[in-house]
């Protein structure tokens, strides 16, 4: 029998009265283009669905959203049949209901609610740091608005929608015609709230401004540019130069990593995140400065698709016909300016940290939170769950205290790289990635494979029970912070000691 891999959703654990979702994915070798999934459901109900692509990655599979009501079931073992038709391939899964009595806080009370600014209409769940944050949240989103307005040039002719999610999902934030970004007190992602809100907003209005064919890279590199940075403020240049392998510039620094823009216009989303991003937003920001705002956008909003050619096919033809350059005479040039652009060590190292950490947490996401990697996230319809007054599916996510650990162990990564503490960042980060290292390895105590790693798993396992959750981990030498909540998001601060080895409460507010 072939093994099809089956997920499910909500994620964390399945209750009466969810409406279950199915992600079917079948062997690599397996051919299913003409194939059907059916799951035979108790009571006699039955689902069918297609394998198509899905994600960023177009990854093949079966996709069912809600399928499965739950509600009025018993909690307990329930036996589901799958089959593959009509190749005829069956098999049983028996899934665990808990009672629903047995949710966890603050999902029992949690809902939907509303609340609109200038700009925007946000859409959030109750007892969530996004309804503690909301006012301050309107306000930041009516400054952002008016700046990316501003720079496009463009006014938003209706409110624009924005869900607050409660988890992290791929980097924080995606657009459609609707904006999704993560806002939670544990956010792992590592990114500035009003950076990545910025940044969908201009993706929001580009899209309304139009043009033929707009490239992935420019289309990120806009936004990138126009916010100035990507996940903080950056000077783009000298963080592209530093991309550079260093033979490629006087002063030896450089990390090697430039990625040729035929490969990563042609490929962008494929190609390694940060770096992608990095070169995309020094592009643009060094087309408008050769060539001037009006003419970049005259430029941009008339690339035209080429027959049989990828993007950087559409670029290079655009680029001739508005400036008289083809791709390789820009990257010829390009490249000279970064090599012209004095950096330093610091920023070398800067890039080098940031680059890793994004690395460190998707592989975290892929090992221990796979619905939120970026390629593959589990993003339903905003408007469906808010219709059926769907919330498990955002408030709802893996947080074992494997989970807790190792999100604030990225959480302080983040923190000491915005502060500037490049060595407490890398040790931070070294720490998950030991943890993970130990969790392929199979061993059976991972966190002991770092101290650091082994100090949040053991923080974590202290305020949970006094009835926490870990939102944040602070370790000194001998002593701990750890912020807390508990139901409702109000924050909680304990302060504990190292005593004989062992960690002790000392105080908690």
């Known amino acids: 029998m072939l093994d099809f891999e089956l997920l499910l959703h909500p994620d964390g654990g399945l209750f009466v009265g969810d409406q279950v979702s199915f992600e079917v994915l079948p062997p690599s070798e397996l051919d299913l283009q003409d194939a059907t999934l059916r799951i035979e459901l108790p009571q006699e109900a039955m689902l069918e669905a297609r394998f198509f692509p899905f994600g960023i990655a177009g990854r093949n599979q079966a996709t069912l959203f809600w399928g499965w009501d739950t509600t009025g ?101 995606f657009a459609t015609n609707e904006m999704y970004i993560s806002f939670l ?99 643009v920001e060094y087309l408008v400065d050769t060539w001037g705002w009006e003419s970049f956008s005259a430029f941009y909003r008339d690339i035209q698709p080429v027959d049989g050619g990828g993007q950087a096919s559409a670029l290079d033809a655009a680029l001739q016909a508005h400036f008289g350059r083809n791709l390789a005479d820009l990257e010829t040039d390009f490249v000279a300016m970064l090599q012209a652009q004095p950096i330093t060590p610091e920023t070398v190292a800067d890039v080098r ?48 205290l494997e989970n807790l650990a190792l999100e604030t162990l990225l959480v302080a990564a983040d923190a000491a790289m915005d502060g500037g503490d490049v060595d407490l960042g890398a040790q931070a980060l070294d720490a998950v990635g030991a943890v993970l290292d130990a969790l392929e390895a199979g061993a059976e105590t991972p966190f002991a494979a770092n101290p650091l790693a082994q100090a949040h798993f053991e923080l974590a396992q202290l305020v949970a029970e006094l009835g926490y959750t870990a939102e ?20 909680t601060v304990f302060e504990f000691k190292r005593v004989n080895g062992d960690w002790r409460l000392a105080q908690g507010e």
């Not at 910025?198 to 806009?222: A, F, K, S, Y």
């Not at 002063?251 to 990593?257: H, P």
């Not at 944040?472 to 924050?491: T, Y």
């Open 353 to 400: 940290l940031t680059v890793t950490f994004f690395e460190v947490m998707r592989r975290y996401q892929q090992a221990l939170d796979p619905s939120a990697y970026y390629l593959t996230a589990w993003l339903p319809d905003g408007p469906m769950m808010r219709e059926r007054g769907i919330v498990a599916d955002l408030l709802r996510h893996p947080a074992m």
């Open 472 to 491: 944040k981990i602070e370790v000194g030498d001998e002593s701990a912070r750890v912020i807390a909540s508990q139901g409702w998001p109000e924050l």
């Open 73 to 173: 079931l018993e909690a307990g073992a329930q036996s589901l049949t799958f089959s593959i038709q009509p190749l005829g391939y069956t098999w049983t899964q028996t899934i665990t209901l808990a009672a629903a009595a047995e949710l966890p806080v603050p999902e029992p009370l949690a809902h939907w609610t509303t609340s609109e600014s200038d700009c925007c209409l946000f859409y959030y769940i109750s007892e969530t740091a996004a309804a503690r944050e909301i006012t301050a949240t309107l306000a930041l989103a009516d400054q952002q608005a008016a700046h990316a307005m501003a720079v496009l040039g463009d006014e938003f002719s209706e409110p624009l929608v924005i869900t607050l999610m409660p988890r992290v999902l791929g980097q924080g934030g």
């Open 185 to 283: 007190d544990r956010n792992y992602a590592g990114n500035d709230f009003g950076m990545v809100l910025h940044h969908e907003m201009v993706h929001v209005l580009d899209q309304r401004l139009g043009g033929n064919l707009r490239p992935t890279i420019l289309i990120e590199g806009l936004a990138v540019y126009l916010s100035g940075g990507h996940y903080k403020p950056e000077a783009l240049a000298p963080r592209a130069a530093a991309l550079l392998a260093p033979a490629q510039r006087a002063d030896g620094l450089g990390l090697g990593w430039y990625l040729p823009l035929t490969e990563l216009a042609n490929d962008f989303y494929q190609s390694q995140h940060e770096i992608g991003y990095i070169q995309a937003g020094a592009l």
